[in-house]
């Protein structure tokens, strides 16, 4: 990440410690000057807009050489290059529609019941919000969901990123034509944070808490450029003081005149480094309801924000897992249950063939594997939480 100028700071104090006042404007537009080359992203199919263009029907594929390649070119891509990229097809669209119309029968109970979920960066009622969306399509619909969750792209990109035992969570998000773009933002640990809080981290944290997460979005839509697709900064993520910029205006106004945005189709997938300067558009359509799979994907090493019950997620696909080939599993299982074996109580959960004891993904990997039926794979879960309670 590229550190503002401390030339003329010389003490320890001015070396770990950000302050706002310290941005500077010209500092964060020479961080942005910079060009995404073809040369430099071999395996992209195109480049558009500084953004890496990728292909995302034959991910699968991939032979272990070609995918570790691609993982490096992506990871490279996030962390010093433009910060984005997208992945064109990454969702079929049989899959796509049917966990589309599951996601519409949500948001229709949730009028019903005259609720709704409010948003992060803007007005209150101006989106269809589903938070917690994931756990809720495992439970209404457990093939939709194996069938969008195993996807090969969430995992290849979700390794390149943070490595193995990621944690996905998913929240919906649609805008309706009328509504107002969001204000700029970075994203969680410190995009979630006043100014003076996120202050009192060290330097070193506001450059290595992104890396903690992986920002993502699926398409479930086609929307064109009017429609409000998000907008991105490229480069962005680079700048040492940008957690504390975001909420200069001066900062404001340069990603209002500068931003990029990108057409998407329905089943295009974008994923980016959480500390590029983003924000949703206005939608200005007549009649496009813009929906998004919103993905906040976290390191085995750090918190997600939304918490879900994913003993019951488990419990809910598990049969549907055994009527599904190995790949399909694996994947499934990285993007549900719990991938990393602690915390835990290590007077009760010893680890006893290794260094850390056998974690919720592997129990349910194994189970499914060892054709075990859905009353002892049960059991064996419930022993499992058990054994990981404090007390």
Partial sequence: MLAHDKT?????????????????LDDFVASLDR?????????????????????????AELSADDRAD????????????????????????????????RFQEMIDAQ???????????AKPGAN????????????????????????PVIELVSEAWLGPMYQVTSDLNVV?????????????HLGFMS????????????????????????????????????????????YELGFLATGKPEFQRYFTEHHVQLPLAAGDAVFFNPALFHAA??????????MANLLQISSAFGRAMGILDRARMCRAIYSELRQRDPKTVVRAAKATAEGYGFPTNLDRDQPTAGLAPETQCELLIRAVGESLDAATFEAQLAAQLERREAG
Wanted: glycine share 8%; hydrophobic share 35%; aromatic share 8%.
């Fill in 8 to 24: 003329q700071h010389t003490t320890p104090a001015d070396r770990v410690w950000l302050h706002a006042d310290d941005c500077r």
């Fill in 35 to 59: 060009t995404t080359r073809a040369e430099d992203y071999p395996l992209a199919a195109r480049i558009e807009r500084n953004v890496p263009i990728y292909d995302g029907r034959h991910v």
């Fill in 70 to 101: 691609l993982q490096a070119e992506l990871a490279e891509a996030m962390l010093e290059g433009p910060g984005i990229i997208v992945f064109s097809g990454a969702f079929g669209r049989a899959t796509l529609d049917r966990a589309t119309a």
């Fill in 111 to 121: 009028h019903a019941a005259g609720t709704a979920g409010g948003d992060h960066f």
């Fill in 128 to 151: 269809d919000r589903v938070w917690r969306v994931q756990q809720k399509l495992a439970e209404r619909d457990p093939a939709a969901y194996v069938d969008y969750y195993a996807n």
């Fill in 176 to 188: 309706n034509p009328g509504g107002d773009a969001q204000s700029a933002h970075r994203d969680y």
């Fill in 195 to 238: 100014t003076a809080q996120a202050e009192r981290f060290p330097a070193h944290v506001h450059r290595f808490a992104s890396q903690l997460t992986l920002q993502g979005a699926v398409a479930h839509c086609d929307m064109p450029l009017e429609s409000g697709p998000t907008l991105y900064l490229p480069y962005s993520q680079r």
């Fill in 281 to 290: 558009g206005s939608n200005r359509s007549a009649d496009i309801r813009r």
